[in-house]
């Protein structure tokens, strides 16, 4: 099973993703991989951060002022190339070795700066894993577009009307 949710920012994509998570972990299903949040302060939204669900490593995915030499951009932030493959593409390849479904939040621009994440993300979609991913909802990337046009994969609109729902039925789906 491949779900890939998809809606504009801040309509609880990842919030879906932990509660779907939640759900499976309940009747030991053993899920692992990425989940992307903010980092936040009084000022507003800094940067992203991801953690891998196994382990609960912390990384810093971007960041407004938290520079690397050589690291790319993505509008204001400055990408961690070091922390998505240290932390973002071992997760996800150790959930492929390790649990029954992977996650990762999320599949956008900034992940999709590392050629490791990449190939991470690839090597998820070739195994025979279930499969849980939020996609950037106006990504052009290669490997974007491959998994919408790609018909063993099913992509998810989230919105104000579904959002609620959708955990659960993800969650009995993938226990079937």
């Keep these: 099973m491949r779900i890939f949710l998809t809606g504009p920012p801040g309509i609880g994509k990842t919030t879906v993703i932990r509660e779907i998570e939640r759900e499976l972990r ?3 299903i053993r899920v692992g991989g990425i989940i ?9 939204r800094l940067g992203f951060q991801l953690e891998d669900i196994s382990t609960h490593k912390i990384g810093t995915l971007a960041h407004v002022s938290e520079r690397q030499d050589g690291a790319p951009t993505v509008g204001k932030y400055h990408v961690n190339l070091f922390d998505i493959e240290r932390i973002g593409a071992l997760a996800i390849r150790g959930a492929v070795d390790n649990a029954d479904v992977v996650i990762i939040d999320e599949i956008g621009p900034m992940e999709l700066t590392s050629r490791e994440f990449i190939l991470a993300v690839k090597f998820a979609l070739d195994s025979q894993k279930s499969l849980i991913a939020t996609l950037h909802r106006k990504s052009t990337h290669p490997l974007v577009n491959a998994i919408r046009s790609n018909p063993n994969c099913q992509t ?3 919105n104000m009307q579904n959002r609620d729902n959708i955990p659960s039925e993800i969650a009995a789906s993938l226990m079937r």
């Design 156 to 158: 998810l609109e989230v």
């Design 26 to 28: 309940i009747h030991d």
């Design 36 to 44: 992307s949040t903010e980092i936040r302060d009084s000022r507003g």
